[in-house]
């Protein structure tokens, strides 16, 4: 059992270590994934202002609003550039490498999505400091489970990011399936806008969309000290529990495709 166990982990933790090291020797990629989310959140937030009106949470301006959804859209940005990686180890030979040698193939994709969303939840981590500077008040309980909570969603997202990426020949097509799918997963998921008051077939999609359970649970852990957030698709519990749910069907699909040559795989 322990045998079975450093089989896993170790190689596991090497490829996340490379990944993380990889990620912050490219600074672009860093502002990249950070910034982005940064200037629309401020752009966004800014414009509407105080023109925004939400039923059951009379005086909070789009900024607060916006504020959970911006932390999962710096989390999908990290997750989109750190995936990025696979593709390019795979041109290089060193996905084959790993592939073939005597580990298994859930301890790959382990490594590359547990590297890929701590970086994404380090840099929500650290855009989670603002959150005092548009009212929403903090705790140490609030902040351990918004961070929980970022982590499963990180997890979710760079698993999908993985199961793409080893089905994608070019960075450039990977790029473009990424915005095509994770966008529009982003903004439908109450992080843009309230499933409250859309249209019935909107407001259907929204609530079906497993992302959307991550910004639910994330505006939950935030006003953990204040009354329950009505704007809400769910309660957390449950909220938690479908981000976990979508957490382990991507890691589970991205563990699938991740098969060796001998049976035919991309990689």
């Given at each position: ?104 193939r859930a301890a790959v994709v382990l490594g590359k999505v547990l590297g890929g969303a701590t970086l994404a939840t380090g840099q929500a981590a650290v855009f989670l400091c603002f959150a005092p500077a548009v009212g929403i008040s903090l705790t140490l309980l609030s902040v351990a489970l918004t961070v929980g909570v970022l982590a499963l969603a990180a997890i979710g997202l760079t ?109």
């Amino acid at each position: 059992m322990i045998g079975v166990q450093s089989n896993l982990w170790l190689p596991a933790a090497s490829l996340g270590r490379r990944e993380i090291v990889r990620f912050l020797r490219q600074r672009s990629r860093i502002v990249g994934a950070l910034g982005t989310p940064v200037v629309f959140w401020l752009l966004i937030g800014g414009g509407l202002g105080t023109s925004f009106h939400l039923p059951g949470a009379e005086g909070m301006n789009y900024l607060e609003y916006f504020f959970p959804g911006t932390l999962l859209l710096i989390v999908l940005f990290t997750a989109i550039f750190a995936t990025f990686s696979t593709i390019e180890d795979r041109r290089e030979g060193f996905l084959q490498s790993v592939i073939v040698a005597p580990v298994p193939r859930a301890a790959v994709v382990l490594g590359k999505v547990l590297g890929g969303a701590t970086l994404a939840t380090g840099q929500a981590a650290v855009f989670l400091c603002f959150a005092p500077a548009v009212g929403i008040s903090l705790t140490l309980l609030s902040v351990a489970l918004t961070v929980g909570v970022l982590a499963l969603a990180a997890i979710g997202l760079t698993g999908l990011g993985m199961a793409f990426a080893l089905r994608m020949e070019s960075t450039q097509g990977f790029h473009a399936v990424m915005m095509l799918v994770l966008m529009p997963l982003w903004l439908l998921s109450g992080a843009f806008f309230p499933a409250e008051g859309v249209a019935p077939w909107l407001e259907g999609v929204i609530r079906a969309n497993p992302v959307s359970y991550a910004v639910s649970a994330l505006t939950h852990a935030l006003y953990l000290d204040a009354p329950a957030a009505p704007w809400t698709i769910a309660d957390f519990a449950p909220s938690v529990a479908v981000a976990a749910g979508f957490a382990a069907a991507t890691f589970a699909a991205a563990t699938l495709l991740a098969r060796g040559p001998s049976q035919g795989d991309l990689l």
